[in-house]
C-alpha cells in the first residue's frame, strides 16, 4: 500500500556536486513537559530539494522555527555550512544565506509588492542605521543592486503589472509569489518554504511546483521544503524526511517514504 501522489522526485540540479549545506543533529525541543522534537536529526544536501512531511502536531513548523531561531533548541544542534547557527540571533539568519517563507503571510498589506520585496534585500543587509543616515557610497551600492534584484525576481516571477499595487488589492496566489520573492531577494543559499501550496488551487499548485524547481535551478538553491500537499512534496522533492509526534520517522527518496510503512500507519491509522 503506499499514499498516492500524482508524480513521484524532482529532477536534481546536474550543476550541483551534493555537498551538504544544513545538517540537524539529534534536536530535542521542549515545551513544559510536551517533548515537540525528540532526537531529529536529517541532512539537506547542496542543490537539492527536500520535502519535510508528517501529520498536523507532527512537528515540521517546530523545527522550522527553530532554523529561523524564532525557538529555541533544548538538545542538539544546526549547523549551516558547517557552522553552528545556534548562536545567532534570529535577525541574523538572513545575513547566513537562509531565507523563509511563512505559512501564514507576513507581508505589509499597504505597501506595495516592489516595496515589500525590497524589505527582503534590507534583512540580509549589512548596512545599519548610521550608513543608511549618511549615504556612504557602499551603502548606495548595495541599494542599486537590491532595486536591480527586486525588478528580476518581479519579472521572473510574472508580477510586473502589480509591481506598484499594494499586496493588499492582489489575489492571494499573488501574494505568494510576492513573499517568494521577499526571501529571494537577498540571494539565500538555502531557502525554506513554509506551506507554499496553502490556499491555492490546483492549478496554482501545479504552477508553484514547476515554478519551485525553476527557482532552485536558476538561483542555484537548497530547497527545505514543509507542506501538507502529498503531490506536491513527491513531484518537486529529490529526497523526503517524515516526521510524526516529534520524532522522524522515515527518509529517502519520495518512492522509498511513499512505501513506508510507518508513514502509512502516521497518515492512514493502518498497514494493510
Known sequence: MAIAAESIGGTPNPNKSFGTILEVRDVVV????IVALDRVSFDVPEGLIVGMIGPNGAGKTTLFNCLSR???VDEGDILF???SILRNQKHQISQLGIGRTFQNLALFASMSVLDNILVGAHSGSR???FSDAVRLPWVLRENRLSHARARDLISTLDLEEVAHIPVAALPFGTQKR?????ALVSRPRLLLLDEP???LNHKEV???ASLIRTIRDQNNLSILLVEHHMGLVMKVSDRVVALDFGRKIAEGTPAEVQANDSVIEAYLGTVN
Open 178 to 182: 510576492v513573499e517568494l520573492a521577499r
Open 81 to 83: 555550512d558547517g557552522q
Open 206 to 208: 501545479d504552477l508553484f
Open 127 to 129: 548596512s545599519d542605521f
Open 30 to 33: 521542549k515545551f513544559g513537559g
Open 197 to 199: 501550496a496553502s490556499g
Open 70 to 72: 524564532l525557538y529555541e
